[in-house]
Structures are given as C-alpha cells and as structure tokens.
C-alpha cells in the first residue's frame, strides 16, 4: 500500500511540476497568483452587493451577507499573521462582532486582504517551509489555508448574489479590448 500512495504521489507531484504556472514557474508562485484573483473577485463581490442587502441570509442558520465579508476581512489576520511571525492584537472575530454596514466592511475587507499582500509577496520557495508562528503550521500551510477558506466563502457569497439577482464577478463577461490609441 505504501509503494501505491508513493506511486500516486510521484505521479500527481509530476503533473503538476508540468503544470507550473507560466508567470513564476513555482508552487508558491502559483498561490501567490491565485490569492491575488480571489482577493480582487471578493472584494468587487463586496462592493457589487448593496448596502439593503448586505443583512441578507438565504436562510435564518447562515451568516448574513455583511457576517460573511466580515469574516473574511478577520480571518485575513487570523491567518496571514501566523505566517508573517505576528499574532493578531484583536479579538479572533473582531470585524464580524463589530461592524455591520457595507462602507465599514469593504473598507476593513480591503484592508485586511493589503494586510495578507505582504505575507504572499515574501513568500518565495525557499521560505515556505519554514516554521509559521502557528505551531505545526509552515509559512505555506497557514497561506494555502487562508487562499481555500477565501474561495470556499467566495463560494457562499456568489449564492447570496445570484439570489439576488446580482452576476458574480467570476461570471461577468469579458471586458472588450481597449481600442489602440490614434496617432
């Protein structure tokens, strides 16, 4: 079994090496450009919903619409801090136990996300693997976790829009060329 799980290993860690992403060419490459696309599609989803809306729940057991960007914007903190060897000075759910309208949640979103930006900037291959202030956890771990947890809540978000009436922004179409300037 073990030579099984070490063949299948080998095989997925291949394909992905043959994979790699033509802007960096390494793993921390790519999550680095990855956090970048799911930070700006949370962010336009943030702004895009109004302000009526932002107390919205698709049913009574769910966070309402505000809760969630809310704890995305906490957990921004709660999981680059780790990473760049820093611990959170609010409270774990700081932002979702304190603000509730859409001018003070877009702008503590963006906030915490520019706060993430350092973590992902400086994290190259050869600093992945070292120790996060999270014991257990390296600098990679704490990163990758926090880029699932941004998409699975984007995931919730685009309900809420849909619901609605409202185009995610992953789903908005392409914007068309910008046409040449004239000389």
């Known amino acids: 079994m073990k030579r099984v799980l070490t063949l299948v290993m080998g095989t997925a860690l291949s394909a992905s090496a043959v994979q790699a992403p033509a802007q960096n060419g390494s793993l921390t490459g790519d999550v680095r450009t990855d956090y970048h696309s799911i930070r700006d599609y949370f962010i336009r989803a943030a702004e895009k919903m109004p302000e009526s809306d932002y107390g919205f729940k698709p049913t009574p057991e769910v966070r309402s619409f505000g809760q969630q960007i809310a704890h ?16 959170r000075k609010e409270a774990y759910r700081f ?88 000389k």
Not at 72 to 87: F, H, I, M, S, W
Not at 161 to 177: A, D, F, N, Q, Y
């Open 72 to 87: 995305v914007a906490d957990d921004q903190y709660n999981l680059c801090a780790p990473a760049k060897g820093e611990t």
């Open 95 to 182: 932002i979702e136990n304190t603000f509730s309208t859409k001018t003070e949640l877009v702008s503590h979103l963006k906030a915490a996300f520019a706060y993430c930006d350092g973590a992902y900037d400086s994290l190259n291959d050869a600093s992945a693997g070292n120790p996060s202030a999270r014991p257990g956890k390296t600098n990679f771990e704490m990163l990758n976790w926090n880029l699932w947890h941004t998409w699975e809540h984007y995931g919730n978000i685009v309900v809420y829009l849909r619901m609605k009436g409202i185009v995610p922004p992953t789903s908005e179409p392409p914007k068309p060329p910008a046409a040449p300037a004239k």
